[in-house]
């Protein structure tokens, strides 16, 4: 069965220092992956989707990225923390579609987060 | 572009009372995904159910049902009898065809009293 692995769970850092959140799946092979940020009150969003490795897309300007070194690990960095950046930081995979096609009929299944607040 | 309305913020029912959270979509695609997740205290998202625009049939599993109608770009979900454990944030959620994001509904909190 597959699993999906997000650390730390929890984190606090100071204005300015850098992040690095971490996510694996196991299980499953070339999945699609997902970085969302749920800020206090609840909305989920978007923050990165990747079909690939060094295939990533950003759905939002910002400071944070995304790197995916392996197949199954996804890198959410900022080279520099702000405020704002405080959140909920969830990972989700997907299987990936067919022939390149996008595989949106797919439900995301998603890790059990990372809270960080910046202070 | 996609959007879901989850128009309910928070509803508060006694246990064993019907809950039904209300999720309306809009989608210019004739080809969608519809999901519902469910958030507990912990945080983490839970799948419950996907239901694609060509079938409308409405689905029971256990104590959860989903009522989808294309004619009102409605998908509701109602939890029969429901228990403290189902005390959680609901989330709706649309894909369309060929596009890799979810587009997620505000959420719906659902407090249930013993």
């Known amino acids: 069965s597959q699993t999906i692995h997000q650390w730390p769970a929890t984190l606090v850092q100071p204005v300015g220092s850098p992040l690095s959140l971490e996510c694996t799946v196991e299980g499953t092979s070339n999945p699609n992956l997902y970085w969302y940020r749920q800020a206090a009150g609840r909305g989920l969003q978007l923050l990165f989707y990747s079909i690939g490795i060094d295939q990533i897309s950003s759905e939002v300007p910002q400071n944070l990225s995304a790197s995916r070194p392996q197949d199954r690990q996804f890198i959410l960095s900022s080279k520099k923390l702000l405020l704002s950046d405080s959140g909920f930081y969830l990972c989700?995979?997907?299987?990936?579609?067919?022939?390149?096609?996008?595989?949106?009929?797919?439900?995301?299944?998603f890790g059990p987060g990372t809270r960080l607040t910046v202070l | 572009a996609q959007k879901v309305t989850q128009a309910q913020t928070e509803i508060s029912v006694v246990e064993k009372e019907d809950v039904t959270l209300d999720c309306v979509y809009e989608t210019r695609d004739t080809t969608y995904y519809l999901f519902w997740y469910k958030q507990p205290p912990s945080g983490e998202l839970v799948f419950l159910i996907r239901r694609n625009s060509f079938d409308e049939q409405n689905e029971i599993s256990g104590r959860y049902s989903w009522n989808f109608q294309k004619s009102t770009s409605s998908f509701n979900f109602t939890i029969t009898a429901s228990q403290v454990v189902d005390s959680a944030v609901y989330f709706c959620?649309?894909?369309?065809?060929?596009?890799?994001?979810?587009?997620f509904g505000a959420g719906t909190t659902v407090t249930v009293r013993a």
């Open positions: 989700a995979w997907s299987s990936a579609g067919t022939s390149g096609s996008a595989s949106s009929y797919n439900e995301q299944f």
């Open positions: 959620a649309l894909s369309v065809a060929n596009d890799y994001k979810l587009s």
